[in-house]
């Protein structure tokens, strides 16, 4: 398996969405022990325009990271209590990110971030130069479902039911 370079990142959030179904994340640790799973589940998230997007918001201190290009991670804290992880896609000064909702041994993104040790620490993060956190390509050819994205009511009826969440179908 080959760790994704910056070429892999450099898509439009709609594409990679669905692409990082079946990619291996591995998070090697401080004591040297290393874990890894299949991504299961996505949310895409499409720049200013998109009203589910931090971005929609403009570029702020929180969102400086999202107009990097593809490939650094965007993490954010919820709720004072669970760190997201988004892995920013596309072009410098075109804010998108990819959400991972789900790995195949853990479902839902509060948790994922809590197995993997994901912090504030990570915010910025080059997943193609990093040491501790990173992709690698396996080749599965993965069918996947389709379904509105979750717990952005806020955002109005249009894009709370854009069919932007994907889950891969084990």
Known sequence: MNRLDDAF???????????????????KFDDSSESRFLITETEAYKGEEDLACHASKGRTPRTEVMYQPGGCLYVYLIYGMY????????EKDNP??????????????????KKLQIDKSFNGERLQTSERIYLLNNDLKCD???????????????????PWRFTLKL
């Open 9 to 27: 990142f450099q898509r439009d959030v709609l594409d990679l969405a669905p692409l990082l179904l079946g990619k291996t994340i591995v998070r």
């Open 83 to 90: 760190w997201m992880l988004n892995i920013v896609t596309g």
């Open 96 to 113: 998108q990110a990819v959400l991972i909702r789900g790995l195949d041994a853990v479902y839902g993104p509060g948790r994922l971030t």
């Open 144 to 162: 996947y479902s389709v379904a509105p994205r979750v717990g952005i009511d806020y955002a109005g009826e249009y894009w709370r039911d854009v």
